[in-house]
């Protein structure tokens, strides 16, 4: 048992990939995994844990924000021992070459939150990073599959609603997407020295209102968990 987490010790796979939502969890433990059980329904964030391909892998919600998600890679590292840590999620386009259902595996992601300074001190603007193994691995199974995919630089904003935040600036500078997780995963993984990877399906554009249906977003959200679990599970 952690604080948020109710597994028992060795429970929790050495690999977690980490939707944000609950539901997205149950149903990728339901459609991807094999012999998948419920570890943890705290707050209705649901934890799972089965096989892919014979390797043990879980499931574990991380709710929305930085916060949300800083708890449970926190536990899950501390706590549980978890080694890999794939953020699997939606963003919305920023670049106008980047569409709806496109994949973008975030290379990097810079942050507005006060992670950075609340860690490092003012002056100090580290910059969180994905786990090379696990980035080239996704970068090369997504080849594989010939899926259209971007490898670069993601915004993990703090705010949903944003109307002062500069998103040309942003993509002048090589911002793809905006999501809500990854610097925090990226940060506390190096932390742990565990490794940790954020790969995202485009739901929405900010600039050109592009938007999927429910039905393009099932299918997006599906290459994206293949492609997470078949490329981690080449580097166990
Ligand atoms: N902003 C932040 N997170 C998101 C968005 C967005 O526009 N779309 C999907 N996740």
Redesign the pocket.
Known sequence: MSTHIAAQAGEIAPTVLMPGDPLRAKFIAENFLEDAKLYNSVRNAFGYTGTYKGQPISVQASGMGIPSISIYANELMRDYDVQNLIRV????GMSPDIHVRDIVIGMGASTDSGIIQTTFGAGLYYAPIANYELLSSAVETAKEKGLNYHVGNVLS?DR?YNEEIDNVKLVDYGVMA???EMAALYMLAAKYNRRALGILSI??H?VTGEATTAQERETGLGQMIELALDSVVKTL
């Open positions: 999620g939606t963003a919305g904003a949903f905006v999501e809500m739901s929405d900010l």
